[in-house]
Structures are given as structure tokens and as C-alpha cells.
């Protein structure tokens, strides 16, 4: 649930008062002049400056078209098929699954987009209080979590501070970048929040950035840092903030804000902080039934069969798909009217693994679908599920693949092993680059992190189910063909 929403009307208050201000003494907030909102160390003020540019993240993260989206559909986890002339899209989804995507991807642009849009965001409160020094450090280190999705995305992209001016600025080389996150956030940890919360940077989450960026240094800079991500993962797991929860699905509840595996979340709430799309997207039209929801789903992004098959019978986490026979609310047996003949499952509604064709008539009922979190019943359009950017039980995988890349193969089983207990899985007695490949596609899926992974485990150009071998170009995006109209500063990555 947003914390934020409360304040973001205060923030635009205060801009426009400052901006219009004459006197410094005069009034602004709660009795604060323009030099003590300058030179305040008061947290709850702090609070109130930085929510624009949280509610700026929250943005389209957990929604179609944007970042998640290709994270997803560019991976072995999810699909979109063309149902008929329903998902055609123009072939965007199509082009994303089979490595084939453009600049002019509607996707790649509104991606690139959402991170400058909130990077701007910072950038301004940044120049108009260089001296709240908590603020700074804090807004420094989440726009450095902003890079690290652009350093992974994108690779080589444009660094903008604060005190730039410049109307073109120009691609920088992706270890450039790197090192900028880096000092960005290893700077600043001194003068971040020790806390506990979940929705703002801390310096636990600021660890999580770190150990996400050494952990695939080898890939933005060519030299591998598994030291480094293992420092950084050993700082979360000896603070002692964070433990497993007994339940997996506890971290992806509606009611998550406590959850004690969240690290950072994205508090969304469907009346005050919406975008968090998810049972729009994979539900069936008739889904709705099921949870009663006041907006119908737009029966989109489904599994693709191998990676469900990939979870064993007895894993708990295979609940976290709509798979099945589906009923209403009231336990009726729900039936699609609309089938399509050669449906083997006829008019009752009935998510198979097996995708039939991807293009151009999948089934409306083929592929299971994304139930990994809550659909609370009768939700809007958006969920209020916070959203876990970080969360503990990837952290604990992140330890096995740090310490099994440098030669500890029982310490990786045992914290494998933590991860499985929890699932009711089978624990594993031997371990491997598949291995842990697989157990962290079972852990984390859908929550952003596959194509990464698959990339740094050199598995992101097989060929998969309708989808053949791809170039080693594809494993970064396009810089949208928009920017680079405008700025020809900005140089394409090469393939494209």
C-alpha cells in the first residue's frame, strides 16, 4: 500500500511555493521557510521531498509495455501469442519472443522513457536541495538503481546528473556507466537510512543494488566481480533484517507491506498508487469471474510449457500458476463460449502448459497463467500487492551462485538447499551451472529478473520453443530510434 500518496500533493505545493517565493521567511510547510527546507535534516520532511520521484518509479513498472515486458517476453519464462488478430500488436510480442526486436519497439521506447522520466524527477530535486544531505544520498542511490536497469537493458546509455545542461547528451561506454552506479551508491552508503522500511532506499537496499551490479559485472565490464556481490550479499543476509518467509507466497500477498523477505517494494494501491496491471494481463476474459474483478482481463501473457514443467510435482511454488480447470467465484465450472473448434478442452475454460501454435491462432485458452501474486477478489485494474524489487529469498540464491562461481560447491548446495526446504522441494545433492539456472527460474519468476539471469549463464541465445538461436547483439536493447532522431549524440548499439 503507497505511503506516498498523502504527500505527493504536499511536494507540488511546496515546488510551487518555492518557485514563486520572494521572502525568505515566509511560511512554506508546517511552518518551514525555503532555508530551513534547504538545510533540513528532519526525516518526516525528507519524506515529503522525495515522494515525487518514488511515485515516479512506481510509474508503469508493474504494467504492460514497458520495462517488465520485455524483461519477460524476451525470456524463456513468459510469451505473448497472437490469438486471432488479438495481441497482433503490430508483431511487437512476436519479434520480443523470437529475439527479432527493432528499434522502433513501442516497448523499448517507453522503457527508456520510464527511467529518464524518473531520473529527471531526481535530477530536479537534487538541484533544488543540493543540501539535505540525508536526501542526496538517498536520491543518488536510487538513481543509480534506475542505471542499473539501463546498464542491463540498454548497455551503453547517457549518464545525466543533476548539473548537467546539456540538450544532447551522449551514449556513454557501458563500464563507464558501471562505475558510475558503483561510486554512486558506495559513496553515499555512510549517509543512508539504516531502517527498516521497504518502500524508500536504505542501506540494505543500496547493498542489493551492489550485489546485483558486481553480480553481473562480468557482462557490463568483461571482468567478473564475484567477491564483490558476495561482500555486498553477506551484508543483508549478517544485518539480520530480513528471514525466509514459511509461506513463498507471503512476499506477493495484497497485504505484503510487512512481509520479512521484501527488501525494497514498490507500494502499490489500486485507488491511490495504480499501474500494477498483472491480472489484466495474463487473466482470460472470463478470469474475471474467478476473482471478480471490475475490469475485464485481457488474456495476454501466459508460461511458456518447459519452464512450468520445469517445476517438480511436490514444489510448492507451481501453485504460483492459473493451470487447470477454472470456476467462478461461486464454483461454478466456467465456460468460454467463444472456443475455438479445434480446442481439445471445448467451451470449458481450462488453462493447458501446452501452447498450441504461437502465431497466428493460439488458443484462448492455451498457456497457464501468472498467479504468482495475490489477485485479491474484487480488485480493480490495479493491484495493491507491493511490488518486491529486491527480496530476500533471491539474495539467498545470489549467495549459492557467488559461491559456487568460486569453487564452493557445498556452501551454494546448502543455501540452495534453504530455498527448496521452503518449497516442500526435494533438496539436491550435486549442483551446476543448469542447476542453478533452473532453481533460480523457479524462485523468481516473473519478478523482472530471467533475462539477466539467462544472459549471465550464457543461455539467453538458445533456441527455445518457437524461438531459434539468437545473435550475441540482441543481448542488449535498441536505444529507441526516437532518441537517437533527437540527439545525434547518442550512437546505437551494434546489430540494430
Same mark, same amino acid.
Given at each position: 500500500m $503507497?505511503?506516498?500518496?498523502?504527500s505527493?500533493c ?5 515546488f510551487?511555493?518555492l518557485?514563486?517565493c520572494?521572502?525568505?521567511e515566509q ?5 518551514y521557510?525555503?532555508?530551513e527546507?534547504? *538545510?533540513?535534516?528532519?526525516p518526516?520532511?525528507t ?5 515525487s520521484?518514488?511515485?515516479?518509479i512506481i ?7 514497458s ?24 508483431g511487437?510480442w512476436?519479434r520480443?519472443?523470437?529475439?527479432n526486436?527493432?528499434a522502433t519497439e513501442? $516497448? ?5 522513457n520510464?527511467?529518464?522520466?524518473a ?6 530535486l537534487?538541484?533544488r536541495?543540493p ?11 536510487l538513481r ?6 539501463l546498464?542491463?537493458a540498454?548497455?551503453?546509455?547517457p549518464?545525466i546528473?543533476e ?5 544532447t547528451?551522449?551514449?556513454v561506454?557501458?563500464a563507464?556507466?558501471f ?5 554512486s551508491v558506495e559513496d ?13 532506499i536504505n542501506a540494505?537496499s543500496a547493498?542489493?543494488i551492489?550485489?546485483?551490479?558486481y553480480?553481473n559485472?562480468?557482462v557490463?565490464t568483461?571482468?567478473?566481480q ?5 561482500t555486498?550479499?553477506?551484508a ?6 530480513y528471514?525466509? !518467509?514459511n509461506?513463498?507466497f507471503a512476499s506477493?500477498?495484497?497485504n *505484503?507491506g510487512?512481509?520479512s523477505?521484501n527488501i525494497l517494494?514498490? &507500494?502499490y494501491?489500486?485507488n491511490?498508487a495504480g ?7 495474463t487473466?482470460?476474459?472470463?478470469t474475471?469471474?474467478t476473482?471478480?474483478l471490475?475490469?475485464? &482481463?485481457w488474456?495476454g501473457?501466459?508460461s511458456?510449457e518447459?519452464f512450468?514443467n520445469?517445476?517438480?510435482? *511436490?514444489?510448492?511454488?507451481r501453485l504460483g500458476?492459473?493451470?487447470g480447470p477454472?470456476?467462478?467465484s461461486d464454483g ?12 481439445p ?14 502465431r497466428p491462432n ?8 501468472v ?5 485479491? $477478489?474484487?480488485a480493480?485494474a490495479?493491484l ?5 524489487l529486491f ?6 540464491l545470489?549467495k549459492?551462485?557467488?559461491m559456487?562461481r568460486?569453487? *564452493?560447491?557445498a556452501?551454494a548446495?546448502?543455501?540452495v538447499n534453504?530455498i527448496?526446504?521452503r ?11 543448469d542447476?542453478?539456472l533452473?532453481?533460480?527460474g ?18 539467453y541465445?538458445?533456441?527455445w520453443? !518457437?524461438?531459434?538461436a $539468437?545473435?550475441?547483439?540482441v543481448n542488449?536493447?535498441?536505444?529507441p530510434?526516437?532518441?537517437i ?5 547518442l550512437?546505437?548499439?551494434p546489430?540494430?
Amino acid at each position: 500500500m $503507497s505511503k506516498f500518496n498523502k504527500s505527493i500533493c504536499f511536494i507540488a505545493a511546496l515546488f510551487i511555493t518555492l518557485s514563486a517565493c520572494e521572502e525568505p521567511e515566509q511560511e512554506l510547510f508546517n511552518g518551514y521557510t525555503p532555508e530551513e527546507v534547504a *538545510n533540513s535534516d528532519n526525516p518526516v520532511l525528507t519524506d515529503v521531498l522525495k515522494a515525487s520521484a518514488y511515485s515516479t518509479i512506481i510509474g508503469t513498472w508493474g504494467g504492460h509495455n514497458s520495462l517488465w515486458s520485455m524483461h519477460e517476453v524476451a525470456s524463456d519464462e513468459m510469451v505473448i501469442a497472437h490469438k486471432g488478430a488479438d495481441w497482433e500488436d503490430g508483431g511487437q510480442w512476436i519479434r520480443m519472443h523470437q529475439h527479432n526486436y527493432g528499434a522502433t519497439e513501442q $516497448s523499448v521506447g517507453n522503457a527508456w522513457n520510464y527511467c529518464y522520466t524518473a531520473i529527471g524527477e531526481i535530477n530536479l530535486l537534487l538541484k533544488r536541495f543540493p543540501d539535505v544531505v540525508a536526501l542526496g544520498a538517498e536520491l543518488r542511490v536510487l538513481r543509480a538503481m534506475i542505471y542499473l536497469w539501463l546498464i542491463d537493458a540498454y548497455g551503453n546509455v547517457p549518464v545525466i546528473l543533476e548539473t548537467d545542461d546539456d540538450p544532447t547528451p551522449p551514449t556513454v561506454a557501458r563500464a563507464q556507466v558501471f562505475e558510475f552506479i558503483r561510486s554512486s551508491v558506495e559513496d553515499n552508503l555512510a549517509n543512508l537510512s539504516t531502517g527498516t522500511g521497504k518502500t524508500t532506499i536504505n542501506a540494505m537496499s543500496a547493498r542489493a543494488i551492489l550485489a546485483k551490479l558486481y553480480l553481473n559485472a562480468e557482462v557490463y565490464t568483461g571482468t567478473a566481480q564475484w567477491a564483490a556481490a558476495e561482500t555486498n550479499i553477506d551484508a543483508i543476509i549478517n544485518s539480520g533484517n530480513y528471514s525466509l !518467509e514459511n509461506n513463498f507466497f507471503a512476499s506477493f500477498s495484497t497485504n *505484503n507491506g510487512g512481509s520479512s523477505e521484501n527488501i525494497l517494494t514498490l &507500494p502499490y494501491d489500486e485507488n491511490n498508487a495504480g499501474g500494477f496491471n498483472l491480472a489484466q494481463m495474463t487473466g482470460h476474459y472470463l478470469t474475471q469471474q474467478t476473482f471478480n474483478l471490475q475490469a475485464q &482481463p485481457w488474456n495476454g501473457y501466459a508460461s511458456l510449457e518447459d519452464f512450468y514443467n520445469a517445476y517438480d510435482a *511436490n514444489d510448492s511454488r507451481r501453485l504460483g500458476f492459473l493451470e487447470g480447470p477454472q470456476f467462478s467465484s461461486d464454483g461454478t465450472r466456467l465456460e468460454d463460449l467463444s472456443f475455438e473448434p479445434g480446442d481439445p478442452d471445448g467451451a470449458p475454460l481450462t488453462f493447458t502448459p501446452e501452447i498450441n501454435e504461437l502465431r497466428p491462432n493460439s488458443l484462448r485458452q492455451a498457456g497457464v497463467r501468472v498467479g504468482k501474486f495475490e489477485i485479491a $477478489s474484487g480488485a480493480g485494474a490495479s493491484l495493491s500487492n507491493d511490488w518486491p524489487l529486491f527480496r530476500y529469498g533471491d539474495i539467498i540464491l545470489m549467495k549459492a551462485e557467488v559461491m559456487w562461481r568460486q569453487g *564452493n560447491n557445498a556452501g551454494a548446495l546448502d543455501f540452495v538447499n534453504q530455498i527448496r526446504q521452503r518449497a516442500g522441494a526435494d533438496p539436491l545433492t550435486t549442483i551446476d551451472a543448469d542447476i542453478l539456472l533452473a532453481e533460480r527460474g523457479r524462485e523468481v519468476f516473473a519478478e523482472g529478473w530471467r533475462r539477466s539471469d539467462l544472459i549471465r549463464f550464457g543461455k539467453y541465445n538458445d533456441a527455445w520453443w !518457437e524461438k531459434p538461436a $539468437s545473435p550475441a547483439t540482441v543481448n542488449i536493447f535498441p536505444i529507441p530510434q526516437g532518441q537517437i532522431d533527437v540527439n545525434a549524440d547518442l550512437v546505437q548499439n551494434p546489430g540494430y
